[in-house]
């Protein structure tokens, strides 16, 4: 896969089509294929227990691949998820970033699909697994 977009490139579609999540993700890395995203965890994310909350898992996984599919198919705002099936194996560390692992496994012309590894930052063990699938508009 040929890389099409670079974090800069990523961070400044997210900025100008998607303001609302702000700060909330920092793009570590992007290769062609695979993406690192951390989760700039704050109050608004928490559950009770001060544990990050499943849908805010939920997001740093769909925005990790779909921005792994935009670095490699480019700034197609109109892709969009159309199933995940997630696992949530382990609680968070309080107070500590997510990062999220993201590779695309199939990049096709309609579909692309990837998987996720979750982890709190700088423990190797994996909080949550995604299977992600996106559809990927026609072009023209």
Do not use: W
């Not at 779909?66 to 995940?84: E, M």
């Not at 997630?86 to 990049?107: H, N, S, T, Y």
């Not at 930052?121 to 299977?131: C, F, H, L, Q, Y």
Request: net charge negative; charged share 20%; hydrophobic share 50%.
């Amino acid at each position: 896969m040929e890389l099409k977009m670079d974090v800069a490139e990523l961070e400044a579609f997210l900025a100008r089509d998607f303001p609302q999540v702000g700060d909330m993700f920092t793009i570590l890395e992007v290769g062609a294929g695979t993406l690192k995203v951390r989760l700039n965890v704050k109050e608004e994310h928490l559950r009770p227990g001060g544990t990050v909350s499943g849908p805010t898992m939920f997001a740093l996984a769909d925005v990790g691949i779909y921005l792994a599919v935009l670095a490699v198919i480019g700034p197609v705002g109109l892709a969009v998820t159309t199933n995940c099936s997630i696992d949530f194996m382990r609680k968070p560390v309080a107070g500590v970033d997510l990062v999220a692992e993201c590779r695309i496994l199939k990049l096709g012309r309609v579909l692309a699909v990837g998987d996720v590894l979750i982890y709190s930052e700088g423990d190797a063990r994996p909080v949550a697994r995604a299977s992600m699938t996106y559809s990927i508009p026609p072009s023209g």
